[in-house]
């Protein structure tokens, strides 16, 4: 093969990657951990990069740039017509992707083949990649370049290639040379004849098997949409055929954390840290991770307050003050304060906040406080609230214990008026059970480190391949043996079948109290609720997971409950989600959760237990309000 004439690395230009990179360190740009990692590693490759075989070409970077601003036009809206002039974040992102070379035998070629970008809606993602498509296909070198708009379907792929379509008609210089197939607005592929390349859109649905597919680059849009890898693995695939290839991601931040967009979310952050293993400050420790990787992943530091502080929006939105305006993200934040349903989706696509679920229950502000390091045995002989979330047979079965500690004073809405009432305090954990033989698969499947909360001691991994309810009983045992059981509450799933025929072996007399899991149903009132409701002059009603959500809900507001610490809970109240009626009702829902929350449900329960009035030898007066 020929050797390819190398161009100059120097530049008598300002090197603007470098330039936004020191900038970055020295605070004159606002910038988040990630984006400041990755900063701090350009200028740390630039010393150490040639002993790995690396350079930076100022000359490829400089030439890309130009390129951009000088070929590109925008489309839509006030920016129609306009020249692509980069922002200094865009001309950084440019100039490693093109500018940073390996050197493979003779030669010089591109370092990244794998591009991950994480930015904040509307800093302009899906025109960069457009752009960058386009420069792939006339500009880069490469004869005969297939450039591929990828996505989970078809009509997310045509998104970001309507963009390049937009472009080329934007601009005479590119117009005249690059031809379309389809009839206006409805083009399906550009054309550069003279090099016999094009870029054409494609879905995972289009081609699952690949065949025959050489391309250049490929621009997967939205990843946290992608329900799997295909799409992404079928264009690199086809990498093979290319000396240089680049797959580029861009993406917000996404609310399933089993998804592959997390799995190149936290690739790309060990990768710009430097470490496999980055902690919660995720400092620079400048280890080698991935050489063919670069990613720039717009994220606020811990602590950072979007919705109260403004000052931290430009770590999630580089763009912010050029095509996003802070008067937008004024009203965006407005929308959450006023509106909570909106809280966690504003929070995901502006602020680049990764939610454990679309419409996570819990945030980690509002549990954080009310997490303890104690002893249940300090609780031995009093009053506790028992509850049995009972799993399938390959999952997790978890058992949520309530204990009263108190009561405090709290305001509290009555007859229209703020009242102050007394409420009483609670100290709560769990126990949770998963089958041990089948620990390390399940691990993998459900991306938990069960291995780790096992040998900790979080969670109980007997042997067997399926959860033993006997080793539950026998925990239900103790704990009758060492509290004042009032109830167990448990749902009709694996009670009668599995649980109840245990405890009768083991001669556990405790009061079982029906509590339904679902938002529909309500268990049937025991003798106390009927008293406690007697009194109050209302109508018994059985534990039903509406209120003992509400009951978690309140009491974490309000200060009221400590929650022993504990990952395999923690994990649980960040994962769940909630269903709701249309009367407002809301509680768990299992199947729409992205992770195991046994652990919250049966929290919920045990609480519901303990405010409902379920109990053997219950105080009724004390839920007289």
């Known amino acids: 093969m020929a050797k390819r004439k190398s161009p100059p690395t120097t530049s008598s230009t300002t090197d603007r990657g470098t330039q936004f990179a020191k900038d970055v360190i020295a605070g004159k740009f606002v910038a988040g951990p990630h984006v400041r990692n990755t900063c701090r590693r350009h200028l740390d490759d630039l010393k150490k990069g040639p002993k790995r075989g690396l350079r930076y070409n100022q000359e490829l970077a400089d030439r890309v740039c130009r390129f951009f601003e000088t070929k590109l036009r925008l489309n839509g809206g006030q920016f129609e017509g306009r020249p692509f002039k980069l922002h200094p974040s865009q001309a950084f992102k440019l100039s490693m992707i093109f500018g940073w070379q390996k050197k493979v035998g003779e030669d010089w070629v591109r370092r990244f083949r794998r591009v991950y970008i994480e930015e904040g809606k509307g800093n302009g993602k899906s025109p960069f990649a457009a752009g960058l498509g386009l420069y792939a296909m006339m500009a880069d ?67 699952k098997s690949g065949s025959g597919l050489r391309p250049h680059v490929g621009l997967a849009d939205e990843v946290h949409e992608h329900p799997n890898r295909d799409a992404l693995e079928m264009i690199e695939r086809g990498f093979k055929f290319r000396r240089q290839p680049i797959l580029l991601m861009i993406t917000n931040s996404g609310s399933d954390r089993n998804s592959i967009a997390r799995e190149e979310h936290e690739h790309g952050v060990k990768v710009a840290a430097g470490t496999a293993t980055p902690g919660n400050d995720f400092a620079y420790v400048g280890e080698v991770i991935d050489d063919t990787t670069f990613s720039f992943i717009a994220s606020l530091d811990p602590g ?99 204990v009263e500690t108190g009561e405090v004073e709290v305001e509290a809405v009555r007859d229209g008026e703020v009242q102050t009432v007394w409420k009483p305090t609670y100290d709560a954990w769990v126990e949770a059970w998963t089958p041990g033989d089948t620990l390390d698969a399940r691990a993998l499947r459900d991306k938990a480190p069960y291995r780790e909360w096992a040998d900790a001691g979080h969670i109980h991994a007997p042997k067997g391949q399926s959860i033993r309810f006997d080793h539950v009983a026998q925990a239900l045992g103790e704990y009758a043996h060492d509290f004042d059981v009032q109830c167990f509450a448990y749902d009709r799933y694996a009670f009668k079948r599995g649980f109840e025929p245990e405890c009768d072996k083991l001669g556990i007399s405790v009061e079982f109290v029906e509590h339904p899991q679902g938002g529909t149903k309500k268990g049937k009132p025991t003798d106390a609720m009927k008293v406690a409701a007697e ?24 200060g009221r409950i400590r929650f022993r610490r504990n990952p395999v809970l923690i994990s649980a109240m960040m994962s769940a989600v909630t269903d709701e009626d249309r009367w407002g009702n809301h509680w768990l829902a299992k199947e729409r959760a992205a992770n195991k929350i046994d652990c919250a449900v049966a929290i919920c329960m045990a609480l519901g237990a303990a405010r409902s009035g379920a109990s053997s030898g219950f105080d009724v007066s004390a839920m007289i309000a």
Not at 143 to 155: L, N, V
């Open 141 to 207: 070198g490469e004869p005969g370049a297939e450039i591929y708009p990828i996505a989970a379907h078809r009509d997310q792929a045509m998104i970001l290639f309507r963009d390049a379509v937009a472009m080329v008609k934007q601009s005479p210089d590119l117009e005249s040379r690059l031809k379309f197939s389809g009839g206006p607005g409805r083009e399906f592929n550009i054309a550069w004849l003279a090099k016999a390349s094009f870029m054409r859109p494609l879905s995972r649905e289009a081609g």
């Open 304 to 402: 950072d307050d979007p919705l109260n502080d403004p000052s931290c929006w430009p770590k999630a939105n580089p763009l912010l003050g050029t095509i996003l305006t802070e008067d937008y993200l004024a009203g965006v934040v407005a929308q959450a304060k006023a509106m909570p349903g909106k809280l966690n989706g504003i929070l995901r696509l502006h602020f680049c906040v990764w939610t454990d679920a679309e419409t996570a229950w819990m945030t980690r502000a509002a549990l954080e406080p009310c997490l303890a390091d104690f002893d249940p045995a300090e609780h031995h002989g009093k009053r506790i609230w028992l509850s049995g979330d009972l799993s399938q047979n390959r999952d997790i079965t978890a058992m949520g214990a309530v």
């Open 535 to 558: 009194q109050e002059q209302r109508e018994a009603e059985g534990l039903w997971m509406p209120g003992s959500v509400r009951e978690v809900e309140d009491a974490i507001m309000e």
